[in-house]
């Protein structure tokens, strides 16, 4: 991961001896003249004995309690940065408090990311709730993984939390370390950019040359994926502790609401997403499962063409070669304060706020919105993957259902490193032409409409093996010849029907491949355009390998290719793409 660099205010402190208070250490660092006063070094300890260093700003001389924003991130990022924004907290009237997660600055604890940060979120609130200066309300904001630790804060929700701001929120074992199953090779030098040691690695982590270089000679050599670290010649503690957990058992739900636990999150949200970010299907999950098993949940979205560093800053001028609207821009941390505010403090409901959702459609410079997700379309329509060609490579996506059992042939030969599949990542967004190696299916012209969600489907197809790799990705084709990235995804059919426990497929049989999970867009298309959708396996250097053998695919080598994998995609495959008419 990248980490951005800002023009930041220098900081001179002048340290005193810590003194033991209860579960606390405190050091106060006081800038000469200071309008603040900084509690720099707090330790809070945590029930099972712990530590959580976390540092405190409120405004110097002020004794009357306040409600508290809590930003709680295994970021150590410069001294600055985060003070910066703990004093802007201050001067909006709360009292700012900056809490990293367990091993990470002062905390001698072991750093296990994700593991522990839901009951360590209830011990720093609670901590909070009891201090002098807090008048008994919390609310959090921040985002990625500050983003996650909001969600499983609220997992087992203390009393004092009344609300969280989540921007891009990751969700382990979903959007990553995986994605529907599938390892995500980018994940792998997050490990050592966090756990390196009690700040962050940059220059580990920043090393683009030499994760690269490791990633390739994995896909040339064919060893297995689990050998990743044994290439690049430094043992990874946290991948392979990841890795041991392909399903999404209990060690990955565990880290943050699951199912019923969303029953008990009754506080209103407001989360900020984008359509080209990463790690979306993480922070769409969360919104959907709070509406399913608590409805009656205040839950607010705003969500526009923007990337995972993008949405954090209020959206971006240009994403993955596509120039955004100007409208599409907003100013994050002013929205967010105004609904701390009116969450915390009772003012007015933020106007920015039209209904539930909030989206910019692209293509467009304007905002819309609607009571839920699901409002977001009027219809769907529903295309199927017919065997008719139209052109060289381009078959028919028809309306209507085709003649059963007719179906394409796909070879994959997995020892052949020299073909990479599935090029489905939306960079560029807009581009000439779309990779030919799988199979392409295109609509008619269309009206002009917008696709508005996320689309889904069902794919039937037989294999001579036990396991698959699939991917699916939805484009526009403008009347112009121009191909717009709408969205993809990408997931192991072993777990499509339940991603907690693997079922493999019979060779030879007849299957379906349901998905669901894939990234939400908003996106006004031209009358004249055709939606397009490329079907295929997910073979490529970027992330894990499935040679379709039936092992635990990151045991799996090259020699578990052996005969290649033979694919018959039948024509009454379909997939539903949600519009707005």
């Not at 609220?154 to 990751?170: G, R």
């Not at 608590?294 to 969500?303: E, M, N, R, W």
């Not at 995972?308 to 821009?329: C, D, P, R, W």
């Not at 489907?457 to 009347?479: A, H, Q, R």
């Amino acid at each position: 991961m990248k980490v951005y660099t800002f023009i930041l205010i220098l900081l001179i402190f002048f340290p005193i001896p810590a003194v033991q208070a209860q579960q606390t250490v405190w050091v106060s660092q006081q800038e000469k003249g200071s309008l603040y006063s900084i509690q720099d070094s707090v330790m809070i300890r945590t029930k099972d004995g712990e530590e959580i260093s976390a540092i405190v700003v409120s405004k110097k001389d002020d004794h009357t309690p306040r409600p508290v924003i809590l930003q709680f991130t295994i970021y150590v990022r410069d001294q600055g940065r985060d003070m910066q924004s703990l004093k802007e907290a201050a001067d909006r009237g709360y009292v700012g408090v900056m809490a990293y997660t367990r091993g990470k600055r002062f905390s001698k604890s072991e750093i296990y990311p994700y593991e522990t940060d839901g009951k360590d979120a209830y011990d720093v609130i609670d901590w909070i709730s009891k201090q002098p200066w807090c008048n008994g309300k919390v609310g959090m904001y921040g985002g990625s993984y500050n983003g996650f630790t909001q969600w499983a804060a609220a997992k087992n929700l203390h009393p004092a939390l009344k609300t969280i701001v989540p921007y891009v929120a990751n969700r382990p074992g979903m959007g990553l370390p995986m994605e529907n199953n599938i390892f995500i090779n980018p994940n792998y030098e997050w490990s050592f950019y966090v756990s390196n040691n009690k700040y962050l690695d940059n220059k580990t982590g920043d090393d683009r040359k030499r994760f690269r270089d490791m990633m390739f000679r994995w896909w040339e050599t064919g060893v297995a994926y689990n050998k990743m670290d044994s290439i690049d010649g430094t043992p990874n503690r946290l991948f392979q502790r990841w890795i041991s957990h392909p399903a999404f058992d209990s060690y990955w739900q565990n880290m943050a609401p699951y199912k019923e636990d969303f029953a008990r999150i009754t506080i209103p949200v407001l989360a900020f997403d984008g359509y080209y970010n990463d790690s979306q299907n993480s922070g769409i999950y969360y919104l959907r499962e709070l509406n399913k098993y608590s409805p009656h949940t205040p839950v607010y979205l705003v969500i526009g063409p923007y990337g995972h560093f993008g949405t954090q800053m209020g959206g971006q001028e240009v994403i993955n070669g596509y120039t955004v609207s100007k409208n599409a821009l907003f100013p994050i941390k002013e929205y967010t304060y105004q609904w701390l505010d009116y969450i915390l403090n009772g003012t007015e409901k933020p106007a920015f706020l039209k209904d539930k959702i909030n989206y910019q459609v692209m293509g467009t410079d304007e905002w819309r919105s609607a009571a839920s997700l699901e409002a977001m379309h009027n219809t769907y329509l529903k295309f199927y993957l017919s065997s008719y060609k139209v052109s060289n490579n381009e078959y028919l996506l028809r309306r209507n259902k085709p003649e059963p059992n007719q179906f394409l042939i796909q070879k994959i030969d997995f020892a052949d490193r020299t073909i990479n599949n599935n090029d489905y990542y939306p960079d560029p967004v807009i581009r000439e032409s779309v990779s030919d190696n799988g199979y392409i299916f295109m609509s008619d012209p269309l009206d002009a409409m917008i696709v508005n969600g996320s689309f889904l489907g069902n794919i039937k197809l037989s294999i001579n093996k036990k396991d698959v790799d699939l991917g699916v990705t939805l484009y526009e084709l403008t009347p112009g010849g121009q191909y717009f990235h709408l969205s993809y995804y990408i997931g192991r059919a072993s777990y499509s029907k339940d991603n907690t426990k693997r079922k493999l497929l019979t060779p030879g049989k007849k299957e379906t491949i349901i998905f669901e999970n894939t990234h939400l867009i908003s996106k006004q298309l031209q009358k004249g355009s055709r939606l397009v959708v490329v079907l295929n396996v997910n073979k490529n250097p970027f992330s894990e390998l499935n040679y379709g053998s039936g092992k635990t695919v990151t045991t799996e080598t090259i020699a578990d290719a052996k005969e290649p994998l033979i694919v018959q995609w039948f024509n009454d495959s379909f997939v539903e793409v949600p519009v707005l008419k």
